[in-house]
């Protein structure tokens, strides 16, 4: 019995080191784990981020292609509304899903910048649903689009943590005359 006192602070110090072992270990992996599913949450937002932006810039490159055929914009490969119709429902479509994606793995401040911008798309249609002739307004449609373009850019920047990106701001040709 003598023997076994002996050893017994010895014994208690392999418990302890074994459970402190044990406890460093789990709390690695938790650790570890929390940040595996955060980062794998990070990539799918900023997929759903991107995929948004697309749909909605496809939506974009329409519009200034039927206000070339108005004679409001200088892009390069007019479009007639009739020709655009069929286009431009495919990419509203396609924006569909992605904006539900959006509304369910966005961050709200994300949102609202998406929101901001949609309206302003929203605003640039119904200008040539109306078949509206007047390069200036079309101007200010677009600045309002840009700006919301670069909030919702500035907005998925600021949720993903990452650096400032370019603002997009590119000068370009003044519209054609009529």
Known sequence: MNAFIQQLPALIGVVIGALGSYVVVVRGERVRFRREREARWEERRLEVYAEYARTLKKSVTLTYRVASHLGNDPHPHPLT???AAPLMAEATAAGD???????????ADVVAKARVWVTALLAMERFLREGTHDPQAWQDLLQRQ????????A??????????GNSAAWALAPARPA
């Open 97 to 107: 899903p992605a904006g539900e994606t959006l509304l369910m793995l966005g961050s």
């Open 146 to 153: 840009r700006e919301g373009r670069q909030g919702y850019y």
């Open 81 to 83: 509304p009739a020709e």
């Open 155 to 164: 907005a998925v920047r600021d949720d993903l943590a990452l650096p400032p």
